[in-house]
């Protein structure tokens, strides 16, 4: 890697792709435990939440590594910056005062991620099911 890509090797991207690849083999290890009676949890949920983590994951990771204009034609630390000033103003009625990280708008950006992942995997998995069953009655 540091023959390669030299400037990610000051960042925090090369641990987080180590964490990632250790998580993927804990659940190449831990694979057919759901079968086995340890959950309920069905086939389809379990990679609805794997693409959902997946693009948690991704998007909170890139987007604290290398800021939203890498990504965006716009500024969301900015936008971020905007937003807490307005709270702020609200907040100084009441004598109160908030200081957010722009961390916290990256975590929400990731959530919205995952739950449109999650939802789009839920459609995928109907859909191929939808087109299995239609193409098995066929034959």
């Known amino acids: 890697m540091k023959v390669f890509v030299p400037a990610l090797m000051e960042t925090n991207v090369v641990f987080l792709m180590i964490v990632f690849l250790i998580f993927m083999a804990f659940m190449n290890l831990t694979r057919h435990s759901f079968s086995k009676g340890l959950s309920n949890i069905s086939?389809?949920?379990?990679?609805?939440?794997?693409?959902?983590?997946?693009?948690?994951?991704?998007?909170?990771?890139?987007?604290?590594t290398y800021g939203s204009t890498t990504f965006f034609d716009f500024d969301l630390e900015k936008a971020h910056e905007e937003t807490l000033k307005r709270i702020n103003q609200t907040a100084s009625l009441f004598g109160?005062?908030?200081?957010?990280?722009?961390?916290?708008?990256?975590?929400?950006?990731?959530?919205?991620?995952?739950?449109l992942s999650m939802a789009t995997t839920r459609l995928n998995i109907r859909f191929a099911y939808y087109f299995y069953v239609l193409s098995k009655n066929r034959a």
């Open 96 to 115: 109160g005062n908030f200081s957010l990280p722009v961390g916290f708008t990256y975590f929400i950006i990731a959530t919205f991620a995952a739950l």
């Open 43 to 64: 086939d389809e949920t379990k990679v609805e939440a794997l693409f959902a983590s997946k693009a948690w994951v991704i998007t909170f990771v890139f987007l604290s």
